[in-house]
């Protein structure tokens, strides 16, 4: 959790990818998750969601990442999407027959198989969404946010900023730790003691924010002027593949379901 | 209350000290959420995957950077600011949800930040903030019910509905209060209006 280690496992995780992936740029990759995402999410039946899950998993040898990496990524998406088909299942919608019943649960043949339905869902849907994520670079998200995205350029270089500062608050964290140790305070009561250091934590990071800030507008950061970029941030043709590529399994999905009849509108 | 002649206009404009602190704010939140992620889904979720919408409750605490970087900063945009780059950071460290965290994040940040809106960024006070809790939790559950729990029965799409709107007012909005409250009192925000307004009341 702590931030030099995930710094350390973010460069890791950028090398261990084949190049050609490593150099899509991550504006992209957010585009190909949210067509995928937008697609899929408008129906529940089983047969859209098994074919993006299909399509996607013949997909992923592509990214070049590593299986020990993949799973240490993904396994909370293999442990959520059952459980959230076992809460359709208890809880969705009741059709057919009557099954077991208790409480407010009412198991039945319609609400197994929307739970079924969405645990192929909730993976068809969350796991592109983590894999495209691994590995994004947070520099050059912010470079594709304000040039590509074009959100306003302030804003995401201040996020940056203070994306940077979680090393220092790091480094905070330990020496507060060190310096209630010899003062001999919060040796007891470790939620309490957690609870006092982080809001010590708070108040420091957002005093460095303000120093920051200063040093910052010192610099002319903030002006007027129109700013340039020394990292332009461009999509080229294979950023662009990459993203129909995401739309395609999309739209796929939606038409094997259309033609299975199972297309399921999520409002109806 | 005789200060209040020379009670300076009230600008919307984002000096460079709001954005950089919003960021912090944000960021801070954002690591909050990661630690939530763990102990709220990797842990608690095989128990309350058998809940009928109770969950919305504790998912109440992912709402707090939206609702605490509006009252400290108090500008347009500011809740809607923070809960997005508290929803990147959580991704970038990495949770169950990839990018569309950012979907959760945006929408999340929409619904506390209507509610500022319509009280036209005048009032950050308790009730307001309370009110964008319970917004943030009304989106949260919309957005959650239409990405993940789409099968859901009416049973449970109300009681989650309920449970997140509660969940919201509680954790994001009470304890962003009571906490921006604190901050305050410690003189880290006297260059903002949330940090001098209680240094006057003193």
New interface residues.
Partial sequence: ?TAPH?IARHDAESSAQSSWWTSVNPIA??GA??AI?LCL?LT?DWVSAATALALELALLPFLGIRPAQFWR?TW??W??AP??G???V?????SGRVWFEF????VSDG?IS??V??ML??LA??L??????IG?D?TR?ADGLAQIVRLPA??VL??L???R??GL?VEDWRSLELARRARGVGDTGRLRRLAGQ??S???I??????R???A??ARA??SSKERSWARPSTLGSRDVTVMLLGFLVGILSIASSLLAGTWNF?AS | MTTQSIRPTRSLRWRVVDIVVASVIGVACGVLFVVWNVADNVIGDPLKALLPGLQGLSHGMWLIAGVLTAIIIRKPGAALYGELLAAVVSAVVGNQWGWLTLVSGLTQGLGAELVFAIFAYANFRLIPALLAGAASGLTMAITDLVLWYAGAGATFSTVYTIASIVGGVLLAGLLAWLLAKALARTGVLDRFAAGREVKAAV
Avoid: D
């Avoid at chain 1, 208890?90 to 009741?94: A, C, H, K, N, W």
């Avoid at chain 1, 592109?128 to 994520?133: A, D, E, K, Q, R």
């Avoid at chain 1, 990071?205 to 303000?210: D, E, F, L, V």
């Fill in positions: 959790m995930v990759r957010l998750a949210f995402a999410v529940i990524r909370p998406v442990l959520a459980l959230t076992l809460t359709i208890l809880y969705g919608e009741t409480l407010f649960a009412r609400s929307l739970g339905a969405t869902r909730v849907i969350a592109p969404s983590v894999v495209l994520f994004v947070t998200l302030r804003f201040g996020a900023a203070g994306l500062l979680v608050l982080a809001f934590l708070l108040v990071a957002i005093r460095r924010g303000s920051l800030a200063t910052m507008e950061f903030g999520i």
